[in-house]
């Protein structure tokens, strides 16, 4: 029971980090900022989940251990967990640089080092 | 000698790969007391004689076996710790950007002064998965990294990698 309630709690913290990015995704003004959220938020999120999921069937494999596959689940888990912490913030850079190759421009912005270097003002 | 080390490296690494995506896949933990069957494991070594045979020229292409050290990757684990702890920070901090909309951002410039490929790519990747903080561009001659900074601050290289310039330096340089 109380096992369930620690799932639970997992899962609560997930959604309201991923329902953070989709806001974040709608309020701020220009891809980069958005990237901020939909990107980095959603990861945070993922997290999570994979957590419940990797608690819930280590709990499982433990109560039965005739049941291989939930050990086997776990370890996929992290295995997804280990991909998405290396090609999320992976992919947010790649459309970061293809978005200020394009010359867009941060809107708002206070300083811009990387339009000095690249010489367009 | 070095093609040869190069093939084992990445024939451990391939064969380490298989065995723990099949641990405890199939029923071989009921009926035996191993963890994997016999055909899993011939299965697994026939594939990463493969694979180290046509990638050892690719995965050890810089020539450099500091990663081999298990130190090393000892360390990158560690490493997990402290940056979960800033995730948890900064997406506190994300958190309340998204809510009140108070938002001051600009592209600055940092040099970690990292000298390996892997160093720059591990500090961009941390720095991406902190919110707040966006890896736009890299330098390649320098190694300066350009970063979108959604709250533009005072000293960016301390404030950005300074938590993980230590550590990053332990696993990578």
Known sequence: MIFTAFLYGLLVVSVLFNGLGVIGLHRFPDVYTRLHAATKCTTFGTIFMTFAVMAYSGYMYYTNPDQTEYLNMSLHTLAALVAILITNPTGAHAIARAAHRVGIKPKFASVDHLAKKEGYP | ?173
């Open chain 2, 1 to 173: 000698m070095d093609e040869s080390k190069a093939f084992v490296s990445t024939f451990l690494l391939a064969l380490f790969v298989y065995l723990f995506l099949t641990l405890a896949a199939g029923r071989s933990m009921i009926e035996g007391s191993i963890l994997w069957s016999v055909e899993e494991l011939v299965l697994g070594i026939s594939i990463a004689l493969i694979v180290g045979a046509v990638g050892s020229s690719i995965l050890c292409r810089s020539g450099n076996y500091r990663m081999l050290n298990p130190l090393r990757w000892l360390i990158i684990l560690v490493y997990c710790v402290p940056l979960f702890v800033e995730m948890v920070k900064a997406n506190m901090d994300m958190a309340y950007r998204v809510i009140t909309g108070k938002i001051d951002p600009g592209i600055v410039r940092i040099s970690p002064k990292l000298k390996t490929d892997l160093g720059i790519t591990a500090l961009a990747n941390s720095i991406t998965l902190t919110p707040g903080t966006l890896t736009v561009d890299v330098d390649d001659e320098t190694g300066d990294l350009f970063i979108h900074w959604i709250n533009v601050g005072k000293n960016p290289t301390k404030t950005i990698a300074g938590n993980f310039l230590p550590w990053i330096r332990r696993f990578a340089e």
